[in-house]
T-cell receptor, first 114, second 113 residues
Framework: GAGVSQSPRYKVAKRGQDVALRCDPI?????LFWYQQALGQGPEFLTY????????KSGLPSDRFFAERPEGSVSTLKIQRTQQEDSAVYLC????????????FGQGTRLTVV | AQSVTQLDSQVPVFEEAPVELRCNYS??????LFWYVQYPNQGLQLLLK??????LVESINGFEAEFNKSQTSFHLRKPSVHISDTAEYFC???????????FGPGTKLNVKP
């Protein structure tokens, strides 16, 4: 595709529900990032993939958060037993190569936990 | 660890006026610096970046930023803004491997006619 695509764009979840957020990076991009952006704040790093390998997951806030990229392209961010503090915009970004200096961002998924 | 400060959460300015959006960072190691822009209902887009060489970098739409190592700053400037520059601007830093970006809280630029 022309850009990074994320789905759904909006998700409302009841507290305790599991959610899965999808990211389709730009075709051929090796690196993939997930960020969390709370209201009024800048994006905060969650995790980084190089192809299918998850090389850094230091930003995942708890063990309820899990990300995967099994075939080195599409990635899914899963949040189990959602809590109100999980409400945020989840951004996915990709870059062409390891060490690529320009990351291309999707429009994000806005998650609201009620 | 790195951190990024953007002191101004909102900057109102009239069209054709100059503007400066401030960015300061803290880091114990060398970093690379970026400005991203987010237009309404769109994703973040890279505006400009400093990797090495000349400390003054420019974008294609008239913005420029200057890396100042002694002041640990990377302020964004434009001599004459347009209505279309209305957006939120994020400063970010990365270490050598570009595998993690640290973003500031953002500055909302509101250009008024």
């Amino acid at each position: 595709g022309a850009g990074v695509s994320q789905s759904p764009r909006y998700k409302v979840a009841k507290r305790g529900q599991d959610v899965a957020l999808r990211c389709d990076p730009i075709s051929g991009h090796v690196s993939l990032f997930w960020y969390q952006q709370a209201l009024g704040q800048g994006p905060e790093f969650l995790t980084y993939f190089q192809n299918e390998a998850q090389l850094d997951k230091s930003g995942l806030p708890s063990d309820r958060f899990f990300a995967e990229r099994p075939e080195g392209s599409v990635s899914t961010l899963k949040i189990q037993r959602t809590q109100q503090e999980d409400s945020a915009v989840y951004l996915c970004a990709s870059s062409y190569a390891e060490g690529g200096t320009e990351a291309f961002f999707g429009q994000g998924t806005r998650l609201t936990v009620v | 660890a790195q951190s990024v400060t953007q002191l101004d959460s909102q900057v109102p300015v009239f069209e054709e006026a100059p503007v400066e959006l401030r960015c300061n960072y803290s880091s114990s190691v060398s970093v690379y610096l970026f400005w991203y822009v987010q237009y309404p209902n769109q994703g973040l887009q890279l505006l400009l970046k400093y990797l090495s060489g000349s400390t003054l970098v420019e974008s294609i739409n008239g913005f420029e930023a200057e890396f100042n190592k002694s002041q640990t700053s990377f302020h964004l400037r434009k001599p004459s803004v347009h209505i279309s520059d209305t957006a939120e601007y994020f400063c970010a830093v990365s270490q050598y491997n570009f595998n993690k970006f640290y973003f500031g809280p953002g500055t909302k630029l509101n250009v008024k006619p």
